[in-house]
């Protein structure tokens, strides 16, 4: 499934993208000359990038020249995946391999920088530098058919309940696993799933949900400019919009439910407004935590995840134990309790008084 067989590496130059800002014409040049590279219709040099082109299959030498022709910024090497699904490539960067089925020329180009950008994000959160010894696993599938196939073999007794995401992505043994639903959208995934993967891998304890999942949305909109990617969690018109819906038809939850509650609960409600209602709330809630009053709960917020990083959370011997066995169940009783004590102790004893503070946070961003 994970085989693979090396193609080149290379060192690559972060300058900027030349497509950058493109106008018509340059788009119909840059589509002309990847025809012509899909095609077989390049008659320049086997050398690309100071690497030999290798010899590889129909299927995917176009995409091969072309990502080594472009110098893909954060690409380091690319390689054959021998797969069940479709032709596919690994490619490696700094901290990740991402084994794909989809050979999209300009989509894929974009995904090393942006994967390296959203793991520098990550290590943003902590306000301490972070390194892998061993890279993280990416799973980007061009359909969602090679999607669910995938997932019955890799994900056992847990493939169903994947199986019934409509659209999107989820982690599993330490994996995260996409598939193609639109360049914006599957970005958002990627950038999304990949924090719960960055901390399920690093972290010495588990996170609650409110803050695992208000977290990882402040990686669902970035914006590219000159091959650099930024998040940028203020133009997720997405969760503002849910979060402007909840405000307005008052179903806000108070702050001390929103503390205890974790999203597989509120999915076996078959309330999908309650679901929109805790996505957007969590999401609002970390932005305030991070944001409000000049940022002055930051390095608080931070102390939490650093201490969440390295397993110091005052936290009692099942708590503990809950939150360092990531093979023992997330179940309800332990979200409930150690998410608003880790709330108290960190952030404000005082939850009703924030909850106001909070609020009118939230009335804020929705203006």
């Not at 080149?8 to 800002?21: I, T």
């Not at 360049?183 to 010495?204: D, P, S, V």
């Not at 397993?311 to 099942?318: C, D, R």
């Amino acid at each position: 499934m994970r085989s693979r067989r090396r193609i080149g590496e290379f060192g690559l130059e972060h300058g900027s993208s030349q497509f950058a800002g493109a106008v018509c014409v340059r788009y119909f040049v840059l589509i002309w000359a990847i025809w012509l590279i899909l095609a077989g219709g390049c008659q320049e040099s086997q050398q690309t990038s100071g690497v030999a082109m290798p010899t590889v299959g129909r299927e995917t030498e176009g995409i091969v020249r072309y990502l080594l022709q472009e110098r893909t910024d954060g690409l380091e090497s690319i390689a054959d995946w021998d797969n069940d699904y479709g032709p596919g490539l690994c490619l490696t960067t700094k901290h990740y391999e991402v084994y794909t089925t989809l050979l999209d020329p300009l989509m894929l180009r974009q995904v090393p920088a942006f994967m390296e950008a959203a793991y520098q994000s990550y290590v943003a959160q902590l306000g301490k530098p972070i390194e892998l010894t061993i890279p993280l696993t990416v799973y980007l599938f061009a359909d969602r058919p090679q999607w669910e196939a995938f997932t019955r073999q890799f994900a056992g007794a847990q493939a169903e309940m994947y199986c019934r995401i409509r659209a999107g992505a989820y982690c599993h043994n330490g994996a995260c696993v996409v598939y193609n639903i639109g360049r914006k959208r599957t970005f958002a995934a990627l950038g999304h799933e990949g924090w719960h993967q960055f901390n399920m891998r690093i972290f010495r304890y588990r996170l609650p949900s409110w803050l695992d999942e208000g977290v990882a949305m402040l990686f669902e909109v970035s914006e590219q400019s000159n091959g650099t990617y930024t998040f940028d969690p203020a133009r997720n018109s997405y969760r503002l919009d849910g979060l402007r819906t909840t405000l307005r038809q008052r179903r806000a939850m108070a702050l001390g439910e929103l503390l205890k509650s974790n999203p597989g609960e509120v999915l076996a409600s078959n309330d999908a407004d309650a679901l929109l209602t805790f996505y957007s709330q969590a999401y609002a809630l970390v932005r305030f935590l991070r944001e409000a009053d000049q940022g002055r709960r930051l390095e608080r917020f931070q102390r939490l995840l650093g201490d969440g990083l390295t397993g110091q959370w005052p936290l009692g011997e099942y708590a503990g134990r809950m939150a360092a066995d990531r093979n023992l169940p997330r179940i309800v009783e332990w979200n409930r309790v150690v998410g608003t004590q880790l709330f108290r102790y960190y952030i404000d004893d005082d939850i009703e008084r924030i909850e106001k503070e909070y609020l009118a946070f939230c009335a804020e961003i929705t203006n």
